[in-house]
């Protein structure tokens, strides 16, 4: 039985406190060229709310100052906080089947926060053990260039814009955004589960383009005359394909059916009317997900309840705002034809403080 990481979003760091003893003997952090690279940043690794009031409020020095006064107390855990603990289970199994090998899941902390803060933000990680040895604080310089050089296959951030840079120059991205309820699902401890969409996520925005300009009948169309043509790829497809490999070497060891990665397409396709397509693309590129899910344009969230993932990708923000109502960790992947028709959210037009 799985057990629960959290029961309710806004508390589920609270019972990592009992112990904040290091184990004695750390592994060593893979090398970048060779591991599963996430970049998070701070504030989607941890909440920082009140520090974001201060920092709009009062400004950039108070702001440093109320850090350095804090930096003994831990942040709370953020929304990509399971995310991440989810990716160190994969990793303890992956070293116990192969101690040698560098393929691995390894998480970079990134972040444009002032050096200054980056005693809380290390205590706040050993404090939730955490193994995140590699840090980047640029002090508000532009993150593009260290992604780059950590070879990251993923990057989530708070703030929408650096997503958008890195998206631009070709790096998977996506803004995580916190679950509006409450009382938020249980989530697996010993199973990362990741959600995908597939337009403009997994794939390009190829038939999104034939759906806005022609509407549905065409796009019906077009999906049937092109089923055996494979879409282009999509800004998250590599991370697909990363947790594939993962995922086979856990099958190589005869764990199929107890693989610690599981991953998901959720879609608005038809299965009957535009599924054929998706289902030949990621067969022709020797992808899979465990589960593909093709909603037909029902709403998503109350699916993605049932399937308790860690973490959902979506091109549209009326799909991840649903999603994160429902108790879902939901990032937005700013890709595409969908993005010309959606408003600017509060991410984009407050002032943000150093992520």
């Known amino acids: 039985m799985n057990k629960p990481l959290m029961k309710e979003m806004h508390t589920f760091g609270e019972q990592e406190t009992s112990n904040q003893s290091s184990p004695s003997k750390k592994p060593t952090p893979p090398k970048p060229q060779n591991a599963i690279t996430i970049a998070v940043s701070s504030r989607a690794l941890f909440n920082m709310d009140r520090e974001q009031d201060i920092y709009e409020q009062q400004g950039m020095e108070d702001y440093l100052k109320y850090q350095i006064q804090h930096e003994i107390e831990p942040f709370a ?33 990134m972040t ?104 549905l009948d065409k796009f019906y169309e077009h999906e049937k005359a092109h ?33 610690p990665i599981r ?28 589960e593909a899910l093709f909603l037909a344009g029902a709403p998503k969230g109350p699916m993605l309840e049932k399937i308790r993932p860690h973490i959902f990708f979506d091109d549209q923000m009326f799909h991840v705002k649903g999603a994160a109502e429902l108790g879902t960790v939901a990032a937005h992947v700013p890709y595409g034809i969908a993005q010309k028709s959606q408003s600017k959210t509060a991410r984009d037009v407050k002032k943000d403080m150093p992520e």
């Open 112 to 215: 444009s926060n002032h050096a200054h803060v980056g005693l809380r933000l290390i205590n706040s990680i050993n404090h939730y053990q955490l193994f995140i040895e590699r840090f980047c604080m640029t002090g508000g310089n532009s993150l593009i260039g260290y992604l780059k050089a950590y070879h990251a296959n993923l990057y989530l951030s708070a703030d929408s814009m650096k997503v958008r840079e890195a998206i631009e120059e070709g790096i998977a991205a996506a803004t995580v955004f916190s679950p509006g309820k409450i009382t938020c699902c249980e989530l697996s401890e010993t199973q990362l589960r990741v959600a995908f969409d597939g337009d403009a996520v997994l794939f390009s925005d190829e038939s999104e383009i034939i759906y806005k300009a022609h509407g």
């Open 227 to 259: 089923e055996n043509k494979p879409l282009d790829h999509g800004p998250l497809k590599g991370f697909l394909e990363a947790l594939g490999k993962l995922q086979q070497k856990f099958y190589a060891k005869g764990q199929r059916l107890d693989c």
């Open 263 to 290: 991953t998901y397409l959720v879609t608005a396709r038809s299965a009957a009317s535009s599924g054929t397509r998706a289902l030949k693309t990621l067969r022709s590129w020797g992808l899979e997900t465990d």
């Open 77 to 109: 855990p953020g929304p990509a906080f399971p995310f991440i603990k989810a990716v160190e289970a994969v990793n303890i199994r992956l070293r116990e089947l192969y101690p040698d090998s560098e393929e691995l899941f390894d998480v970079v902390l």
